[in-house]
C-alpha cells in the first residue's frame, strides 16, 4: 500500500531560477554627459571656493563689502563668471561674518515757481520695495535686489576716492542751469585732488549706473512731474549682534543732485508694472510733502 501511495505522490521539483537579464548597455554619449556635468560641478565649486576665500589665500584684499574691485588676475578672470548671479563672499562665515546692511534711496529734485529755487520731492526707499521680490522666493538671486549691490558698490568706490576731491561729489545745483552732463567736471576735480584715473573713472561709472537706476525708479513711480535732477542716498546700517539688543544709528551718504541719465534699450514698461506692483506704500524717512533741504551734510 505504500508503494501505491509513493507513486501517487507529488513531487515537486525546484526548477534553476532564470540568468538576470543583461543591464542595458550605456551609450557613450550619455557616459560622456554626466561626466561633463561632474566636470562643471567641480569647476564652479573650484571657482566659488577661489572667488570667496579670504584674501590670505588669495592675496585678494579682505573688505567689508562684496563691491571690492578684484584685484588680482584669477579674480579678474571670474568675475564675469561669478558676477552678479553667483556672487559670494567668506564674511557671510564665522568667525567674521558681515554685519551691515546697505540701502539705496532715491527723490527728484523738481523746478518750483519761476526764479524760485529747486525743491526736493520725497525720498523712495528703493531697496525696501524690492525686499518684497524676495518675500516668499525659494532661490532668490542677486539680480533680483540691485539697488542694495549698487548701493555697496557705490559707497566702497566713494571711499576710495582722496577726501580733498569728494565734497565735489555731494554739491547739489540750486537752479537748473548746471551743465547737461557734471560727469566730466567732476572728474576733472577728483583729478585735480589727487585722485588715480583708474579708481575716478570706476567711480564715476557705478555713480551713473546709480544715477540711471534712480532715473527709471522715478520714471516707474507714475508721478506726472518730470525731475529735472534725481538724487541718490546711500544708508549704511550696521546689524546687531544676536542678542546684543544694540541698534547703532545709520549713517548716510547723500550724493549730489544729476541729470536724470535714461538707458538705451531699457523696458521701462515691464520696470513700471513690476515696480508698480511691488511699491504700495513704502517711502523712505520723508513722506510725500516732506521737502527738506536738498544735499544735507552726509556722514559715511
Request: aromatic share 6%; hydrophobic share 40%; charged share 20%.
Amino acid at each position: 500500500m505504500s508503494s501505491t501511495l509513493g507513486d501517487r505522490d507529488t513531487r515537486h521539483v525546484l526548477a534553476e531560477p532564470p540568468e538576470p537579464p543583461e543591464p542595458p548597455a550605456v551609450s557613450g554619449r550619455a557616459r560622456g554627459i554626466v561626466v561633463a556635468v561632474w566636470v562643471v560641478l567641480f569647476a564652479h565649486l573650484v571657482a566659488t571656493f577661489v572667488w570667496a576665500a579670504p584674501g590670505y589665500l588669495t592675496g585678494r584684499p579682505s573688505g567689508e563689502s562684496t563691491g571690492d574691485v578684484p584685484t588680482t588676475a584669477v579674480h579678474r578672470a571670474l568675475e564675469v563668471y561669478l558676477t552678479p548671479v553667483f556672487a559670494q563672499n567668506w564674511s557671510v562665515f564665522a568667525p567674521s561674518p558681515l554685519h551691515v546692511e546697505y540701502s539705496l534711496r532715491v527723490r527728484g529734485i523738481y523746478a518750483g515757481r519761476p526764479g524760485a529755487d529747486l525743491v526736493p520731492g520725497p525720498w523712495i526707499d528703493a531697496t525696501a520695495v524690492e525686499a518684497r521680490a524676495l518675500t516668499g522666493h525659494v532661490l532668490p538671486a542677486a539680480t533680483e535686489r540691485p539697488s542694495r549691490r549698487l548701493a555697496t558698490e557705490l559707497r566702497t568706490a566713494f571711499l576710495e576716492l582722496p577726501e580733498d576731491g569728494r565734497a565735489a561729489l555731494l554739491v547739489s545745483p540750486v537752479a537748473a542751469d548746471t551743465p547737461a552732463e557734471p560727469l566730466p567736471v567732476l572728474r576733472a576735480a577728483l583729478l585735480d585732488a589727487g585722485g588715480v584715473p583708474d579708481v575716478v573713472d570706476d567711480y564715476l561709472g557705478k555713480d551713473r549706473a546709480v544715477t540711471a537706476y534712480a532715473t527709471q525708479v522715478l520714471r516707474a513711480s507714475g508721478d506726472d512731474a518730470v525731475p529735472v535732477y534725481v538724487q541718490a542716498s546711500i544708508l549704511r546700517q550696521e546689524v546687531a549682534r544676536q542678542g546684543s539688543g544694540a541698534r547703532h544709528a545709520p549713517s548716510e551718504l547723500v550724493l549730489g543732485a544729476r541729470p536724470p541719465v535714461v538707458v538705451p534699450g531699457q523696458d521701462d514698461a515691464a520696470f513700471r508694472r513690476t515696480w508698480t506692483a511691488l511699491r504700495g506704500d513704502v517711502v523712505g524717512e520723508g513722506e510725500p510733502g516732506d521737502v527738506g533741504p536738498v544735499g544735507p551734510e552726509p556722514t559715511p
